[in-house]
């Protein structure tokens, strides 16, 4: 029998690595240009640190962690997302101390949910956030750093959307009224609804139930209930926005997956990949640092999904510079097969950037030929045991109809430099 891949967990296969890498290279590259340095984290940590910060009564907690004991019979899980294993980290290794951070990191990230396209149980973010910045400047250019980035890749069909989430203070009160409203609607609500109207009845808001539609859009928002200090928040955000030209919408009705979000979040969303269409989510989460144990400290972060990045660069017709070899050489014989060794280290040696791969395994020069045309390579280079005896090579250009010439051993390099040019 086959092996099977786990369910919800996909292989990046050859094909479109190269885009995956290209695109988390120019990710990485705008968010460094913004002094965001990167940090490495691990993949698993102990499952109370995941309900402390994304909270009981959310889909991540309740359903969709994957949590197992060890074998000293910890409670483990591996991480959902980022942020949490983020503010872990600088309270575990005192990043915070007299310090602000600006920090990024990539990798998986475990969700039991049900997969589908844009949607999968193993899936991988970038992750950005700022800990220790307490005014929407950096709100801002969090924001604007995306917007960037979208024009770096040349992705359009993205488009911005911003809420307020308030204080604490001020959700309590929006919370109250939330539940009033949804009270007077309760026997048109879903089983998880009304299980959340007396814990969390913000999240029905978040509800993807479509049949839900109706009742969410009439009820209270939070931005009528904002407190002042919020209200100029979203102000200083709304006009550093407006003076970096970025355009956005308030989407009185973003309130985001997780419990830990207050005032800013936002969310870019595309219409280009049907019903997954948040590309990169964020929020401030100024009580999360106190509430795992570290002293109080404002903080915002965002994440992108990359398989959606992957395939919003695809839909907008995006292609990923390639990656083939430059040289293929094709070596007929064992003192062919020597020589092409040495001379490969020879050449990577002489041209830094050049990619050259020797062919494997023998086979005719017809058949060795045929490899270095699949192989995508711009030149064969060939050793024969006539090319041996006469100390020259072949050099075929591939992608051209241009001849076969014989250059002297000793010349290949300088001769490669020349045709190769400038190399990226
Ligand atoms: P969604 O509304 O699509 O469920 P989310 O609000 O749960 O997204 P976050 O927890 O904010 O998402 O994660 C940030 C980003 O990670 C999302 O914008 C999305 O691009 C990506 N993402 C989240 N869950 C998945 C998943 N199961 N598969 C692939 N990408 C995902
Ligand atoms: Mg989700």
């Not at 019979?73 to 915070?96: F, K």
């Not at 990539?106 to 950005?128: A, L």
């Not at 200090?229 to 407006?242: N, P, T, Y």
């Amino acid at each position: 029998m086959k092996p099977r891949a786990v369910r919800g967990m996909n292989d990046v296969l050859p094909d479109i690595s190269g885009t995956w890498q290209y695109l988390q290279e120019i990710v990485r590259e705008v968010v460094e240009s913004y002094g965001y340095r990167e940090i490495r984290l691990p993949i698993i940590e102990y499952t109370e640190l995941f309900r402390r910060s994304i909270g009981e009564v959310t889909d991540i907690v309740e359903k969709e962690m994957y949590t197992f004991l060890d074998r000293n019979d910890e409670s483990l899980t591996l991480r959902p997302e980022a942020t949490a294993s983020m503010v872990r980290a600088a309270i575990t290794n005192g990043l915070l101390h007299n310090q602000r951070q600006k920090l990024w990191t990539s990798g998986p990230m475990f969700r039991y949910e049900k997969p589908q396209q844009g949607r999968y149980r193993q899936f991988h973010q970038f992750d950005v956030e700022a800990m220790g910045f307490a005014g929407p400047d950096v709100d801002a250019e969090l924001i604007i750093l995306c917007a960037r980035m979208w024009q770096r890749l040349g992705l359009s069909r993205l488009t911005l959307e911003i809420n307020s989430l308030g204080t604490n203070a001020a959700r309590a009160i929006y919370r109250q009224e939330l539940i009033d409203y949804f009270t007077t609607v309760k026997n048109q609500l879903d089983e998880d609804s009304i299980r959340r109207l007396g814990q969390n009845p913000l999240r029905i808001l978040d509800s993807k139930n479509p049949e839900l539609r109706d009742i969410i859009a009439a009820a209270p928002v939070m931005i009528d209930y904002l407190d002042e200090e919020s209200v100029q928040h979203f102000a200083g955000l709304k006009s550093l926005l407006d003076s970096a030209g970025v355009a956005y919408s308030v989407n009185p009705r973003l309130v985001r997956g997780l419990d830990y979000y207050n005032r800013t979040v936002f969310e870019w969303v595309t219409d280009a990949l049907g019903s997954q269409g948040a590309v990169c989510s964020g929020g401030r989460y100024d009580g999360l640092v106190e509430k795992l144990g570290g002293r109080p400290t404002p903080a915002i972060g965002w994440a992108m999904g990359i398989e959606r990045l992957v395939a919003l660069f695809i839909t907008c017709d995006g292609v990923a510079p390639r990656r083939d070899s430059h040289v293929y050489i094709v070596a007929a014989g064992d003192k062919a097969l020597a020589r092409a060794f040495e001379l490969t280290e020879e050449l990577k040696d002489g041209i830094g950037a050049v990619r050259i791969e020797v062919n494997l395994g023998g086979g005719s020069f017809k058949s060795q030929l045929k490899r270095a045309d699949k192989s995508g390579a711009l030149y064969a280079l060939i050793l024969g045991e006539d090319e041996i005896a006469g100390d020259v090579v072949g050099l075929k250009p591939l992608r051209s109809g241009e001849a076969q010439r014989s250059i002297p051993l000793a010349g290949i390099l300088a001769e490669l430099k020349t045709v190769l040019g400038e190399l990226d």
